[in-house]
C-alpha cells in the first residue's frame, strides 16, 4: 500500500495528537484492516481492534458487536461512499478521524489496479465538521498539516505550504 513511501509525517502528528487527548486504558475500533498506523498505536501502549475488512457502506455489523470506548478512522472517511451512516452506528462517544483535503491544485486519488484504494470523498474541512455535526458530534480539537514531497514541480511546491491532512477529535454531544 506504502510502496517504497512511509506517511512519517502524518503517523507523528497523529500519534501526537492521541497521546494529547486519549488514554490508554481506552480501548480503540480502528476502522479499516490493521495497517503500520494501528501497530504504531499498539506499541505505544494502546489497545486496538480493527474491522475485518467488511465493506463499511454496507456492514457496519462490527460497530455494533464490538466493544470500544473509541472509535479511530485514519484515512478512511474518503473511501466510503456513506460515512454519514458509519457515524451513525458508532457506539462510542469518542471519536479520532482524519482525511486528506481536497487540493485545487489536485483531482482525486484514483488507483486503477486496487478497487479500495481510490478516494471518493476529497474533503473540505468544514464538510467534515458538517458531517460530523449532523452525526451528534461536537468537535473539542483539531489539526492541519502539510504533506510536502521530495520531488520537483509547481505542485511539489504548493504541498509545502498547502495543508493536505485534517485531524479531529470529536464527542458526542
Known amino acids: 500500500m506504502y510502496g ?5 509525517k502524518r503517523f ?20 479499516g484492516v490493521e495497517n503500520p498506523f ?6 505505544n501502549g494502546y489497545s486496538v481492534k480493527n474491522t475485518g475488512g467488511e465493506d463499511l457502506d454496507n456492514d457496519q455489523s462490527t460497530l455494533q458487536k464490538e466493544h470500544y470506548t473509541v ?3 485514519f484515512e478512511i472517511f474518503e473511501h466510503l461512499l456513506n460515512p454519514y451512516t458509519v457515524l451513525q ?13 481536497r487540493l485545487w491544485f489536485s483531482s482525486a486519488y484514483r488507483s486503477k489496479t486496487e478497487k479500495w484504494d481510490r478516494h ?19 468537535i473539542v480539537d483539531s489539526v492541519k498539516f502539510t504533506h ?16 493536505r491532512y485534517y485531524l479531529v477529535y470529536a464527542v458526542r454531544q
Not at 517504497?4 to 512519517?8: D, G, S, V, Y
Not at 495528537?17 to 486504558?25: G, P
Not at 452506528?89 to 483535503?101: E, G, Q, Y
Open 4 to 8: 517504497k513511501t512511509f506517511p512519517n
Open 12 to 31: 507523528k502528528i497523529t500519534l501526537e495528537f492521541l497521546e494529547k487527548h486519549l488514554s490508554k486504558s481506552e480501548t480503540i475500533l480502528d476502522l
Open 38 to 43: 494501528s501497530k504504531i498505536m499498539i506499541e
Open 71 to 73: 472509535v479511530t478512522a
Open 89 to 101: 452506528n458508532v457506539k462510542s462517544d469518542k471519536l479520532f478521524i482524519s482525511i486528506p483535503l
Open 120 to 138: 471518493y470523498h476529497e474533503f473540505e474541512d468544514w464538510q467534515l465538521d458538517w458531517l460530523l455535526e449532523k452525526t451528534g458530534f461536537k
Open 148 to 163: 510536502p514531497t521530495n520531488k520537483i514541480g509547481f505542485r511539489p511546491i504548493l504541498r509545502y505550504f498547502t495543508d
